[in-house]
């Protein structure tokens, strides 16, 4: 669908009376800064609403609902104002108001990303739409925002509603989930014969609860020691290691760490810190760099202490 | 002790989702100085249990009652989806939901379709003329429904028509504040008033001396809430959990005090 279908249609200006005014119910947060209603409600005093509410009139309550100016609605209502000024727009359907909102609130709390992620997903189904890019367009989110969003959305309904709790204590906070995305979702974890992806979402809800994970951001580092063990070839090896892992609530992501996964990568980034360094040093221009002295006496510390480690691990090193 | 008194107890203690049998009656009291039992036994007598078969009436009496809904679908008016409200200690939601749904005769899979998750609310676009029903067990302070309905179900309910939060018991100032600050109906079966707070003047089953008594029992049991979540001073117990608005000495559990009505575990 075009932006353009989405737009609302105007039908004009006029006064109406406050009390049949109400809040649209797609509005995503009815909690507004105090200090801004305060600085809002006295300019409102002063020289009343110089820009109209967006409503329209609801075909099957009657309902003048606001569509943009809610704020100025609630100031209004504290400063007992009879009538208010709006500007009436064609009824907007379901799609057009989600929008509406999405446009008018894009600054959402990343803490509250639950709810967005499912009033996307409304859009989604109804706009038959899934791409990161139209959905950002669409509704005024950053592009990374939706897929935070579709990174929630794929988690069943159990751990969706964990976000939703009532009990702030109960709440899980989306970070924990968009965090365990991406071992959840990795492609060599998931062929892993033992891999059940809610069980292991369960194993770590648990272990989150008993300490075995410090932070969400644990995540990452147990993401970077499936990749080493899987880059050194030691797939076995670490899918025990990872069931072990998601079996005991207490193990901490240290378990994962495996020594030659670890020298592995290690030894692949010491390689091509060398490969750079050898192409600089052959690149010299001798008389250009003659009396670099310092720059010599660390390349011969450096030979000296190739060779030495050459030794060491029994090769033969010329003089 | 009274044999009869410990016996009605048990009866009515019994189904509690730990169990609570004579040697825990016994060591929950012995936590009193002697001369302060008799007093707790009091607490004990006073406390409200809520079995299941209170419960499942609850449900079946409180739906009834609600305006346009009917078993049959051609007289229901709207599409109506029930909801747990919280996840919350020992999934007494999830336990108030299948109480709800045997209560009414909607636990065939016929009915699977009217049961949804709260995440599963804004993806029914529901209309004016649709009904959502939360289900859970108490409604004490009102702050957290009042909190959650802002930032996030007053979003996700979205231009359903009627939104009604039915709980076993509710008290009646938090039914006040919710009624004020959000859209939710509040359908209760026990309205808990001053009396029902233990600690209040109105409450005349304790005197003010006693009162200070359970007060310091409460301080041990847990000190930073010694009546009971949001100082309600509640003596409420559900055969599923045992609330935190409820006072601690019933249930607070750590190397200090070993409540009666154990909450988690």
């Known amino acids: 669908m075009k932006s353009r279908e989405l737009s609302i249609k105007p039908i004009g200006l006029k006064n109406i009376r406050t009390e049949t005014l109400r809040a649209n119910p797609h509005n995503p947060r009815g909690l507004f800064d105090r200090e801004d209603m305060r600085v809002l409600r006295e300019s409102i005093d002063r020289v009343g609403i110089l820009v109209p509410l967006t409503v329209y009139q609801d075909s099957k309550t009657g309902h003048f609902t606001i ?23 064609a009824e907007p359907t379901l799609v057009q108001n989600i929008v509406t909102m999405f446009q008018i609130h894009k600054l959402r709390k990343d803490w509250e990303l639950m709810p967005t992620a499912l009033k996307l997903e409304l859009l989604m189904k109804q706009l038959k739409e899934k791409r990161d890019r139209v959905l950002g367009e669409l509704t005024g989110l950053d592009e990374a925002v939706v897929t935070r969003c579709k990174k929630l959305l794929s988690y069943s309904r ?14 899980m906070k989306a970070d924990f989930f968009i965090e365990l995305y991406a071992v959840r979702n990795d492609r060599a974890v998931r062929s892993f014969a033992w891999f059940k992806p809610d069980r292991f979402t369960d194993a770590m809800l648990r272990k989150f ?22 880059k050194a070839h030691k797939t076995g090896v670490i899918s025990k290691r990872l069931q072990e892992f998601a079996a005991d609530p207490e193990l901490t992501p240290d378990h994962l760490s495996i020594e030659s996964a670890m020298a592995a990568s290690q030894a692949r980034k010491l390689a091509k810190t060398v490969d750079k360094l050898y192409v600089q040093v052959k690149d010299i221009d001798l008389d250009e760099f003659y009396g670099q002295e310092d720059l010599w006496e660390k390349l011969q510390a450096l030979a000296d202490l190739i060779r030495k480690r050459l030794r060491q691990l029994g090769r033969r090193v010329e003089e | 002790m009274d044999k009869k008194r410990l016996r009605e107890w048990l009866d009515q203690f019994q189904s509690y989702r730990h169990g609570v049998g004579e040697t825990a009656v016994r060591s929950w009291l012995d936590q009193f100085d002697t001369g302060d039992r008799d007093l707790a036994a009091r607490v004990l007598d006073a406390v409200e249990f809520y079995g299941n ?17 009917s078993a049959k679908p051609a007289q229901r008016k709207g599409k109506w989806r029930f909801v747990p409200y919280s996840r919350s200690s020992g999934t007494s939601a999830g336990s108030m939901i299948y109480n709800f749904r ?42 957290q429904v009042c909190d959650a309905w802002t930032e996030t179900f007053a979003e996700l309910v979205g231009n359903a028509g009627r939104v009604y939060l039915m709980v076993v018991a509710a008290v009646r100032k938090a039914r006040a504040k919710i009624k004020g600050e959000t859209e939710i109906l509040i359908v209760s079966q026990d309205n808990l008033g001053p009396r029902d707070d233990l600690f209040s003047a109105d409450c005349g089953s304790f005197s003010s001396a006693e009162k200070a008594t359970l007060l310091r029992y409460g301080e041990k049991a847990d000190p930073e809430r010694p ?11 559900f055969q599923h959990r045992c609330p935190n608005n409820s006072v601690p000495i019933l249930h607070a559990r750590n190397g200090r005090w070993d409540g009666l009505f154990q909450r988690h575990g």
């Open chain 2, 227 to 237: 009546r009971g979540y949001g100082g309600c001073g509640l003596v409420v117990v």
């Open chain 1, 158 to 171: 159990k751990y969706q509603d964990m976000m939703l709790d009532p009990e702030p204590d109960n709440r």
């Open chain 2, 53 to 69: 078969d209170r419960i499942t009436a609850a449900f079946r009496d409180m739906l009834n009652a609600i305006p346009g809904w």
């Open chain 1, 67 to 89: 569509l943009d100016g809610q704020r100025r609605w609630m100031c209004a209502k504290e400063l007992k104002l009879k009538t208010v000024p709006v500007n009436q727009v």
């Open chain 1, 209 to 230: 609860k008993v300490g075995g994970l410090k932070a969400v951001t644990d995540f990452r580092i147990v993401k970077q020691h499936v990749n080493n063990a899987i």
């Open chain 2, 102 to 143: 045997l209560a009414n005769n909607l636990d065939a899979r016929k009915w699977d379709e009217l049961f949804i998750h709260p995440s599963e609310i804004a993806i029914q676009a529901l209309g004016p003329d649709d009904t959502i029903v939360f289900v859970d067990d108490l409604v004490a302070t009102g702050n």
